[in-house]
């Protein structure tokens, strides 16, 4: 339960450093890269822990921390490649909805951890039972169908970055010769 409240601390601080950092206008570049890094690092965590508790599920897992390390990395370097002075600015719409809309972008975050968070804390505790329904599964249940639809948004985040690093090697490419 420890590591659970831990890591719900954490979200909420990486939450309310990033606000803070816009609202005083601190925000850099490092910091940006660096809460992507400990944002991926802490999600790999709870994956890998995951796994150990629900070893059926394992590719499953390993598929999500792939997805989710892939597109975030790719979609930063797409970023930088191109100069733009913000990884939240996109053409396409729904990353361009993902990233304006704040609520969107909160309840797919936040439900994204929680579903993950409670298969974890389901782990060791399904809560109480009403009518033979245990409260962690069916909450986790509940935020399954979020996590499903971040993970579509990454895919998203992946093909569109992928399209923008190679529309970046043609153009360098175009201008080499």
């Known amino acids: 339960m420890g590591a659970s409240i831990c890591y719900f601390l954490s979200a909420f601080l990486d939450a309310f450093d990033g606000y803070a950092a816009r609202l005083y206008n601190q925000g850099t570049r490092f910091g940006a890269m660096l809460d992507q890094l ?18 059926r599920c394992i590719f ?39 990233y304006t809309s704040r609520p969107f972008l ?6 994204n951890e929680a579903f993950f968070s409670l ?14 329904i245990h409260f962690i599964p069916f909450l986790a249940f509940i935020f399954f169908w979020v996590a499903l639809v ?25 201008k080499k010769q």
């Not at 994956?47 to 508790?53: A, G, R, S, V, Y």
């Not at 790719?74 to 909805?97: E, F, Q, R, V, W």
């Not at 971040?150 to 175009?174: C, M, N, P, W, Y």
């Open 119 to 132: 298969l974890y804390i389901n782990a060791f505790w399904s809560g109480p039972s009403i009518l033979g």
């Open 38 to 55: 400990t944002d991926r690092l802490a999600f790999v965590a709870l994956l890998m822990t995951l796994c150990t508790f629900y070893p």
């Open 60 to 98: 499953l897992f390993q598929l999500v921390v792939i997805i989710d390390i892939a597109s975030h990395w790719l979609h930063l370097h797409a970023t930088d490649l191109t100069g733009k002075d913000t990884h939240k600015d996109s053409k396409n719409p729904i990353l361009h909805y993902y």
């Open 150 to 174: 971040k993970q579509l948004i990454s895919i998203v985040h992946l093909v569109v970055a992928s399209q923008t690093v190679a529309e970046f090697d043609v153009a360098r490419h175009s």
């Open 106 to 111: 909160f309840f797919m975050c936040f439900g």
